[in-house]
Nanobody, 120 residues
Framework: QLQLVESGGGLVQPGGSLTLSCAAS????????IGWFRQAPGKEREGVSC????????NYADSVKGRFTISRDNGKNTMYLQMNSLKPEDTAVYYC?????????????WGQGTQVTVSS
């Protein structure tokens, strides 16, 4: 089955850290551009960070620059989002995404979402 399975969300105090994981099954994540998105209550889904399939290009939303780090482990077919210095405004459901576009061959997968709550 082709899917992304997320883990690692939870409740954390402001200033704390969490690492989200997203494991791919049924396809090789190495060939895909990957990214993390989030959606807070009452708001639209927004991009948090992404990295190209080659790994040469990485982007972060201004709101998370210097605090979040996206990475991937091709041997484990897994992507990560390390989140430090968390703020209450980081509270959201976080989704991982993998996409590939090679001519007419296009595929995109989403994780099921994991809740991150930053609160004291």
């Amino acid at each position: 089955q082709l899917q992304l399975v997320e883990s690692g969300g939870g409740l954390v105090q402001p200033g704390g850290s969490l690492t989200l994981s997203c494991a791919a099954s049924g396809f090789t994540l190495e060939n895909y551009a990957i990214g993390w998105f989030r959606q807070a209550p009452g708001k639209e889904r927004e991009g948090v960070s992404c990295i190209s399939s080659s790994g040469s290009t990485t982007n972060y939303a201004d709101s998370v620059k210097g605090r979040f780090t996206i990475s991937r482990d091709n041997g484990k077919n897994t992507m990560y989002l390390q989140m430090n210095s968390l703020k209450p405004e980081d509270t959201a459901v976080y989704y991982c995404n993998a996409a590939i576009s090679l001519g007419v061959y296009k595929r995109e997968y989403w994780g099921q979402g994991t809740q991150v709550t930053v609160s004291s």
